[in-house]
Each structure stands twice: as C-alpha cells, then as structure tokens.
C-alpha cells in the first residue's frame, strides 16, 4: 500500500451528546420570616466554614427564619439515602449549597 492508499480511521474524541432537558428555576420565597432555610455542605474541605459564616450574617438580617446546618452523611462522591432528600423536599423553603476546595 502506498502513502496515497491509506485510509486512517479514527473516532470523533467529543463523543455523543444527549439531549438535555432544560428546567425553569425554582420560585423565590417573597421573605424569608418564619421558614426554613437550609444550608447544604456537600462533604468537601471548606464548606463548612463558609456555610457557617453565612448562616452567622443571616441570623443578624431574617431572625425570624430558621436555619438549619445540613451536612451530607455519606462519603463525598457516595450519594444520600433518599430519606436525607426527602427532608430537604418537606421542610426547607429554601436552601443554600456549598461546595468546599
């Protein structure tokens, strides 16, 4: 086979894209007083302080809110049993994610 003759075959490094479905955000709360709010530590180094420090300056403007401090229960990369989920889903009227690093 001479230069002219070879044929490279080679695969398209992007790979497939599915379609994603986009969604709307969330609705905003009018106010904050009386609900609950949640501050979700992903797990990772850093996160708890900055949630912490935040939950601090938030007291001072809505001290009629409640917050709660929600740290995951599991391993970083190891999702959250759906209980944990559901919790968020019942009582938080808002919340608040940290990712540490």
């Not at 609950?36 to 992903?42: M, R």
């Not at 929600?70 to 970083?76: G, L, S, V």
Request: proline share 7%.
């Amino acid at each position: 086979m001479t230069m002219e003759q070879t044929v490279y075959t080679c695969l398209d490094p992007r790979g497939e894209m599915q379609n994603i479905q986009l969604s709307p955000l969330s609705a905003r709360a009018d106010d904050l007083d009386g609900k609950t709010v949640y501050f979700v530590d992903n797990g990772k180094n850093g996160a708890e302080p900055i949630l912490k420090a935040l939950m601090e300056l938030m007291e001072k403007d809505y001290p009629e809110a409640k917050l709660v401090y929600y740290p995951k229960t599991t391993a970083y990369a190891r999702p959250e049993p759906q209980s944990w989920w559901q919790e968020l889903e019942k009582n938080a009227a808002a919340a608040v994610v940290a990712v540490g690093d």
